[in-house]
Structures are given as C-alpha cells and as structure tokens.
C-alpha cells in the first residue's frame, strides 16, 4: 500500500438535485408521441466533484434517455461560467432511462422551458459537489450478476436472428447471439472528515427501459438500485450505466425473475452492489489524471440507394400525423422496411457528411481508471476495453455528453440489428473506438 493511499491527495464531493418537471413534458424512449401526466418517483442530476491541487473536475449523470449535444453544451457552459471550472472538465451522461424527459426537440411540449430548468438545476447541484469536497480514501470491486442483463439479440433454429425493434420469435429460440457483460462495478470513496457520508459510484450495463411504456416520469431501475444502497449503506449514491448498448434487463422471450417491475428489478441490482461492498480493494494510490481526444470516424452511408422509397413513406408521414401513428408504421412495412427507425435513419444518413467527430474523455485515480463514451457502447466493446486496461479496474461509462446514439459490434452489423440500421457510423467504428481507449488509458498509465 502506497504512502498516497494512507494519506489520500483527492477530494471528493456529491451533490444531487431534483431534475422532475412539475409541468407536461413529452417523453422519451418511445417512436410514438406521449405526453408526461406526472411521475412515479423522482428525477435526478447527480454530481461528482473531483479534487486535486490545482486541477477540479466535475462529472454528472443525469436521470435522462441521453446526454445530447442540444441540451449538453449549453449545460456545460453555463455551468463553467457559474464555478469558474474550464468547460472540458465539466462530464455529463445520463442514465439512458427511457420514461424521462424529450427535450431535444425544441417542438416537443415544453422541451424548451424544460432546458432552461436544467441550466438553474445543474448549476444548483455543481456548486452544491464543489461545496462538499472532502479528502477521501479510493475503494473498488466488481462482481458477476447471474442472469440480470441479456444480450437483445437471439439466435433462431432456422439460423436466423430476431431481436428488439427486427426479426421474428416463430422459428425458435436457440438463444442470445453473443455473450452479456454481467460486470457490476463499485467505486467507494471513503471520507473521514466527521459529518460526510461516504461516495458510492455504481455502474451496470443494462438499459432502463423496464417502465417505458407508462406516462408517468421515472428514473426506471437505476433510482430503485441506487436509493436501496444508499438505504442500506448510509453512502451518497450515483448509477452510471456501462455498456449496455444491445443489453436489456430482462429476457425478450421468457419472462424471468425480476423482469416485469422496475422497483424490483432495481432493489436485486442495488441487492448484488451492496453485497460486492463487502470485498472491495483500497486503491494504490490517488493521482488524478485526464484525458481527452478526438476522433474522427467514416459515417454510415448504407442503403442510400434506397433514398427515394425513404422520401416515399416521409410524405406519407406528413400525411398522416408522424411516423408513430399506425398509418406511419403500415407505410413503412408496405415500401419493404423493418421498421419506421430504418425509414428515418436512411432520411438523416442523407445529411450526414463523410466523416464525424466524437470526443473521448477519460480519467484514472491511481489504478483506478474512468472511461467517458458519447455513445452506446455494446457490451462486447466494453469487455473488450477493461480487459486490454492496464488498469486493476476501468469504469466503462456510456451515454457521456454528446451523445452520438449506438455503436454496433461486427456481429451486429454482420445480422443486420437494429442498432446497426439506424447508426450514425461506418462498420469497424466499435472496435477502433476501443482500441482507441485502451491506448488512452496506456497513455494515462504512462504519466
């Protein structure tokens, strides 16, 4: 044990506000349009303070579908203005839960007023962290759930595969087409100044979407899962979802355990993380590092030439009040598309240019190491970043600002899924973007 962990050097700090719309909002989550008529339980913005000598970082998840550029980067800015800490160390995700607010569209029913609540909400709860910073001791774990995340992709008997938004059940499930990552991941920092409770970051690939299709606001599984452990320990909590970008919480043939409610589903979550708080390791070390990138991807141009069938059933579209009604969907099925997203994802690859930029954050406290993705990462692509780390354990965090929607695996490009009709880049995307952060961390190691 390094003298540095005995004697910690990082401070941290929590601060969480209510991010709950007293007003009608349209939701997220769903092709269909659905107007908010209250909430079953709170939405929140969680803030992470991290101190060190001269440096402060903020990082923020947020009980939101996505972190997009629309409401992000004026978040960011106004958050900066508000404390003063440069814009590139101001983080925010979101917890991808699908039963919360649409606020990118500036159509949608009150996304606008909804924005400028979250510019007051987030400097509230940045200035409340950076109120709270305190020296802090690094402890983390992992565990293997069993049966808790699924892959939403399946092998059929006929030997093709059906999956979420495409294909077919009737020829028999064989089963999931590729492995889930099962990881739950705890990082705790241990404060001992008297009077603050201890940092729980928790962190599971799975998607939110057990609730979507109900008209009241959640947090879905993630605030059930992080309110227990919070119960349970005493510790400030926030969820953070891994790379979940083909996983979901349940089965999509049999309903198993814990399948059906949100509440339950995330009290066996919040359930496994407490028990892997019992088995954690105190970090070597404390040394806060940063880094960010830019990479430059190729897009995705398939299936243009289906460009004028697409402007076919738009019009359509037009006609018939948007592509959620069921004449929208009936149009999309009658011009020979699996879905109204594959109608959509040709129209906006119209407009993309040739290339497109992401970028990538990523930090380490002692050989404890964070990484940041501004996309849905698959679980493939995640287990493929923590085991070629050269770190003890890396936190994989998807859906981080500037959210550029999923990014499919060769396997999901190879049967066609859903995540691959619909994504902004060119097959190969994944697996650079993964080499891309391990030689981040390599180089963060390195320092």
Known sequence: MTQDSLNPTIEIGYGRVDITPD????????????LSEGALDPLYMTF??????????????MD???????????TRTHISLA???????VILNSTHTHSSVSCRNPKSTNALRYRA?????????????????????????????????WVRHYKMADGTYAGANYGSFKSGVVGHASEA???????????????????????????ATINQKSLLLSADFPGPAREYVAEKTGALVAYFIAGGGDQVPVSRVIAERFSTDYQVYGEKIGQIAVACMDNLTRAEGSKLCFSERTFIGKSNKADLNRADEALAV?????????????EGRSAAKEHG?????????????????????????????????????PYEMFGSSAMQIKKNSPYEMTFVISCSQNHAGYLPSELGWRIRCYEAQITRFAPGTAEQLAEEYVDMLKEMKQS
């Open 64 to 74: 939101l579908v996505g972190a997009y550029e629309e409401y992000t980067a004026p």
């Open 83 to 89: 404390t003063g800490i440069p814009e590139e160390y």
């Open 337 to 373: 598309f699996s879905s109204v997203y594959e109608v959509t994802a040709i129209l906006n690859r119209m407009h993309f240019a040739e290339t497109r930029s992401m970028v990538l954050n990523a930090l380490s406290l002692g050989n404890v190491s964070f990484i940041f993705a």
């Open 48 to 61: 992470i303070a991290l101190r060190q000598e001269e440096r402060t970082l903020l990082v923020a998840t």
């Open 314 to 326: 738009k019009a359509i579209w037009d006609q018939v009040g948007g592509r959620g009604t069921e």
């Open 117 to 149: 609540d979250l510019l007051k909400w987030a400097e509230t709860g940045a200035k409340a962290a950076l109120e709270d910073l305190s020296l802090a001791q690094i402890w983390y774990g992992s565990t293997q759930t069993e049966g808790m995340t």
């Open 181 to 207: 990552d099962q990881e739950m991941q705890i990082v705790k920092f241990s404060r001992a100044c008297a009077g603050k409770k201890d940092v729980v970051l928790m962190n599971f690939p799975a998607h």
């Open 23 to 34: 007003y009608p909002v349209g939701m997220a989550g769903s092709a269909a349009s659905r």
